[in-house]
């Protein structure tokens, strides 16, 4: 709300329009993952409760990635269809809408990898030096968006911002986890971040020279939907699934299929 505040006082009232479309179609999106972590959520503060640390730690590092891939096999063909899908949409769309689209989802990527990290936080009860450090890191968005708006960055920097602090968070909520529960910051970074930023990376490298060759009109959008898709979909699963998981994968498409 701070923002957009700031943004109707440097950019006018006209500029809340297309961040307002994107938060409506980022809303749309982002909704899948909400409810998987809703069905996460009470497993990992059961497992803490009763004492299965290992299980928990596992259960939340699991959950960071899967959040994160669901996520993402709905965000990367919105993000290289945003246009199309706008124009679909609104006929008339609003200046500068498609970036604030990407931004947004840029940011529900960057915030659902915490999402199990806020959830076994709030598990141990202990939420004082949680609260402050993340809470404060968080409330810097407004004071550091005003000091770039008023050197005359574009109304977007609001949620570059975002995106910026968002990662920030995730470096505080590892620290004080660490505190808290003994939490291995250098396994999630290793086994869940790294592993999510190079199936992020590789699919962005293979989609980006492609969208050359799309072509206009509906059946182009279905194309590169499909493409999208594919594309996303064969990163999780060769750059982002362990061999175990793999197989996994395999047995089950095999009892479901009887291939």
Request: charged share 15%.
């Amino acid at each position: 709300h701070g923002g957009n505040l700031l943004i109707n006082v440097f950019a006018g009232l006209g500029m809340n329009t297309p961040r307002a479309l994107a938060l409506q179609l980022n809303g749309a999106v982002q909704g899948f993952v909400t409810n998987f972590m809703t069905a996460v959520n009470p497993q990992i503060t059961k497992s803490y409760a009763s004492g299965e640390k290992d299980y928990m730690i596992s259960l939340v590092m699991k959950s960071s990635r899967m959040s994160y891939y669901l996520l993402m096999l709905l965000v990367v063909p919105v993000f290289f269809n945003s246009e199309f899908l706008l124009e679909l949409w609104l006929k008339d769309v609003p200046e500068r809408t498609e970036v604030f689209v990407r931004l947004f989802l840029i940011l529900s990527l960057s915030e659902c990898i915490s999402n199990p990290l806020m959830t076994s936080a709030l598990a141990t009860g202990r939420i004082r030096d949680y609260q402050i450090i993340v809470g404060g890191l968080i409330m810097l968005n407004l004071p550091l968006s005003y000091i770039f708006l008023k050197s005359g960055a574009p109304a977007e920097i609001t949620v570059v911002i975002a995106i910026v602090i968002s990662q920030l968070c995730l470096a505080a909520r590892l620290f004080v986890l660490r505190k808290l529960m003994a939490f291995p910051v250098r396994r999630f970074l290793s086994k869940v971040y790294l592993n999510i930023m190079a199936v992020s990376v590789v699919a962005v490298m293979i989609l980006l020279p492609l969208q050359c060759f799309v072509p206009e009109g509906m059946a182009g959008f279905a194309a590169n939907v499909l493409l999208c898709l594919a594309v996303a979909a064969a990163s999780v699963f060769f750059v982002g699934c362990s061999g175990k998981e793999r197989r996994e994968i395999y047995a089950f498409i095999r009892k479901r299929t009887g291939i």
